[in-house]
T-cell receptor
Framework: DTGVSQDPRHKITKRGQNVTFRCDPI?????LYWYRQTLGQGPEFLTY????????KSRLLSDRFSAERPKGSFSTLEIQRTEQGDSAMYLC????????????FGSGTRLTVV | AQKITQTQPGMFVQEKEAVTLDCTYD???????LFWYKQPSSGEMIFLIY??????QNATEGRYSLNFQKARKSANLVISASQLGDSAMYFC???????????????FGSGTRLLVRP
């Protein structure tokens, strides 16, 4: 297992377009997290899955954002009608119960909305 | 509410010298943990070190050690013998209290940019 994988590494999109990011967690990890990091700031929590269930969503996750984790494996984060304010690094992390075990981040997807 | 504060936006250190990066935290939990992560310009968050609030000794991992002062609510990262490859952003983080929710999501500080001079 090579760790948490995120794809793509970089994405440039025009304002108003939809984008989708993928995260492949460590295979035995049942918890998966999405964070957003804007320039000069620490990551901020967006949403969290335990297996296939999305258990929590931050207020940062507007109606234009949706995340899925079908079958409790990989996860996707979709942003519809992108805005310039969505430009950020989107980080995925995974862990095992009891929650902190093996907490590992991916390399992130850097989104630029032009 | 839980909070992590990193008051040093940027730090310089001479190669081979030691440097301390500050982190203070606020929590009312009797039991908690603190993480330090390194983020190079490539973007990935690299786990460095973890300190549990009930650990008897300060955590150490190679050249990284934690100066954990529970009464002062500080968990400063000490990097000994700095190397050029240590130049990066450094983040202190704490899991959200399990008394509040069971997600274990991390709360991060704003980070410190460390630049190692040759």
């Amino acid at each position: 297992d090579t760790g948490v994988s995120q794809d793509p590494r970089h994405k440039i999109t025009k304002r108003g377009q939809n984008v989708t990011f993928r995260c492949d967690p460590i295979s035995e990890h049942n918890r998966l997290y999405w964070y957003r990091q804007t320039l000069g700031q620490g990551p901020e929590f967006l949403t969290y899955f335990q297996n296939e269930a999305q258990l929590e969503k931050s207020r940062l996750l507007s109606d234009r954002f949706s995340a899925e984790r079908p079958k409790g494996s990989f996860s996707t984060l979709e942003i519809q009608r992108t805005e310039q304010g969505d430009s950020a690094m989107y980080l995925c992390a995974s862990s095992s119960d009891p929650g902190l075990y093996g907490y590992t981040f991916g390399s992130g997807t850097r989104l630029t909305v032009v | 509410a839980q909070k992590i504060t990193q008051t040093q936006p940027g730090m310089f250190v001479q190669e081979k010298e030691a440097v301390t990066l500050d982190c203070t935290y606020d929590t009312s939990d009797p039991s908690y943990g603190l993480f330090w992560y390194k983020q190079p310009s490539s973007g990935e968050m690299i786990f460095l070190i973890y300190q549990g609030s009930y650990d008897q000794q300060n955590a150490t991992e190679g050249r990284y050690s934690l100066n954990f002062q529970k009464a002062r609510k500080s968990a400063n990262l000490v990097i000994s013998a700095s190397q050029l490859g240590d130049s990066a952003m450094y983040f202190c983080a704490m899991p959200r209290s399990p008394l509040m929710d069971s997600s274990y999501k991390l709360i991060f500080g704003s980070g410190t940019r460390l630049l190692v001079r040759p």
